[in-house]
């Protein structure tokens, strides 16, 4: 749950969970869900006046549900942006409109349009730092026997000699001008060895449609430069980008040209045919192999100065969300061999280290840290030669500071931060969070009748019985796999029973705090399910995740006990 922002802190009514319905329900099972808790909450089928009270307003909420879900204009647009949008500019659009078809295209389109102003306000800042760092005499040191012994040694110079070797910073913002037109300032400085220089870019791209667009880029820095690039797709499999550059030194205008033809080969695989021609010349041909779990990259190159070929293969750990890299380039310069993960720290950071190890380049330590649209690198030279030492301090080091920081400073932030949102998203709901828990508990009492006629059925054909229903922050740290329970709970058996139908219960994948007879007991918190349950005189139990469905019976879910 996402709870950066105050729209999204705001609870929205989800009609779907409420009347227990999924997504893609048709006409008869809305009518049956709305027939079901009409039968417990219509003020007609309660005597008493406090009663009847609380049945209006759960029978009222029953049938809002009902005529947004059994409407299909109206719900279209509950489908594409809820509450909100049957509060504001839906009624508007359903008298211009016909279909849902219609409906949810105009509203995409809306939301395209908004997107696109909130786009115009911002530059979309992206930046690139890069810091090379020369650490060689640390492992490769100064030797001082080659030269006289007149100069007396010190401490200060036992101390290894770590330096910065090279600094590269870019930075470019984006100017939205219209839909199909967008201009990109951008700007570089590097420095090497005490020399630097820098250059400022400026272009402006024009889609023309989504098979083609075309750029101008002017470049100012090292002789100005003017560039055409542009993009098209060919067919299906084939598309196409390239250009062409005019490079303005005191020697004259130096031309270049560079084009890609790629071809999709099949759902997973792409080829990709380059040739770049002028001051560097080179020839060059790939194909990336891109699945769920895997990438693999295969490419020769085929130029002045250097000719080489390379392998590249990515392992992809989703559920960990890490990325496990290898690769091979062995060329006219030499080899490399480099391997190395990229791990998703937070939402928006990824952060990756690789060892490269080459002749004869040596071994180097590359960390770089990416977060939303800047780029950190640090490439750290640590030896000439590949030794032993160099190698295994590269690949050790580096995950025992990820672990030491991971423990001692990211998660104790995270944990503040999402502390600190949850904390605001129950003050922004205060009040509605105590109606909903008066809802649910009225909802409860008013059930108690249906509650004892489905359970005795039930008992009396030893069918489902729910024995004992809890929904909320449930702890499972118990030594012998049993689940424990936190403050953060409400006892649910009536509701659950409620729901149980020819002694079959179907809960779906919605967030169950929205069902009738439920409220959220830990806002902003992992929340699970817990039933205990009978059918057939065997005991059962299951545990599910807020957000997963569940079917019972189920023969998984028996229990040892008689």
């Known amino acids: ?48 006046q406090a009663a009847k009270e609380k049945a209006e307003v759960l029978f009222n909420k029953t049938k809002r549900a009902y005529e947004v879900l059994s409407d299909p204009h109206r ?66 040191p100064y030797d001082d026997d080659l030269f006289d012994d007149e100069y007396e040694d010190d401490l200060l110079s ?78 299906k499999r084939f598309f196409w980008n390239g250009g062409t550059i005019l490079q303005f030194t005191p020697d004259g205008i130096r031309p270049g040209i560079m084009s890609t033809l790629a071809m999709q080969i099949d759902k997973h695989s792409v080829g990709y045919i380059t040739y770049h021609g002028g001051i560097r010349s080179l020839f060059s041909t790939s194909v990336v192999r891109d699945t769920e779990n895997n990438r693999y990259n295969f490419g020769i190159q085929v130029g002045v100065p250097h000719s080489h070929i390379s392998l590249h293969y990515t392992r992809k750990m989703n ?78 080091v580096p995950i025992v500071v990820y672990i030491v920081v991971k423990k001692g400073f990211v998660e104790p932030f995270l944990k503040e931060e999402k502390s600190k949102k949850v904390e605001k ?33 039930e008992e009396n054909k030893k069918g489902l019985v729910i024995v004992k229903a809890i929904y909320g922050k449930l702890i499972d740290t118990n030594a012998q796999g049993d689940t424990e329970l936190s403050n953060e709970v409400i006892d649910v058996t009536v509701p659950v029973q409620c729901l149980v139908k020819d002694s079959k219960l179907v809960i779906y994948e919605h967030g169950k705090s929205e069902l009738a007879g439920f409220f959220d007991p830990a806002l902003g918190e992992d929340k699970m399910l817990h039933i205990i349950y009978n059918y057939r005189d065997q005991s059962h139990e299951v545990t599910i995740p807020d957000n997963e469905s569940i079917r019972l019976p189920k023969t998984t879910h028996r229990t040892n006990v008689t």
């Open 425 to 457: 998203q129950k003050q922004n709901n205060f009040n509605k969070l105590i109606e909903k828990r008066k809802e649910a508990m009225a909802a409860q009492e008013l059930m108690t009748a249906s509650f004892n006629r489905i359970r005795n059925e």
């Open 158 to 235: 036992k101390i290894p000699n770590i330096e910065v070797s090279s600094m590269q910073f870019t930075q470019s913002v984006d100017f939205p001008l219209t839909q199909k037109d967008t201009c990109t300032l951008a700007g570089s400085l590097q420095t090497q060895n005490g020399t630097g220089g820098g250059g400022v870019n400026l272009s402006w791209r024009h889609i023309f449609s989504h098979k083609s667009w075309a750029e101008v880029e002017m470049t100012a820095g090292g002789g100005p430069g003017l560039s055409l690039k542009g993009f098209r797709t060919i067919s």
């Open 319 to 396: 559920q960990q969300e890490l990325k496990l890299k290898m690769a091979i380039k062995v060329g006219t310069f030499g080899g490399i061999i480099e391997y190395g993960a990229e791990k998703k720290i937070s939402k928006h950071s990824q952060l990756s280290f690789a060892v490269a190890c080459g002749v004869p380049s040596g071994v180097k330590l590359k960390i770089r840290l990416t977060r939303a649209s800047q780029v950190y690198s640090f490439p750290i030279h640590l030896c000439e030669e590949i030794m032993p030492a160099p190698v295994f301090y590269a690949s050790i």
């Open 1 to 48: 749950m996402d709870l950066d922002s105050d729209e999204e802190n705001v609870i929205d009514e989800d009609f779907y969970s409420f009347l227990n319905l999924p997504k893609e329900a048709t006409k008869e099972e809305i009518n049956n869900a709305y027939r079901r808790l009409s039968l417990m909450y219509h003020p007609d089928k309660h005597v008493e």
């Open 75 to 140: 719900r279209a647009i509950y489908d594409s942006l809820g509450m909100k949008g049957l509060e504001t500019e839906g009624w508007e659009i359903v008298q211009r409109t016909k279909t849902p078809a219609e409906i949810r295209a105009e509203y995409e389109q809306l939301a395209e349009e908004r997107a696109e102003r909130k786009k115009q306000q911002r530059t979309n800042p992206s930046g690139n730092i890069t810091v090379s760092i020369n650490a060689t005499d640390l492992f490769n």
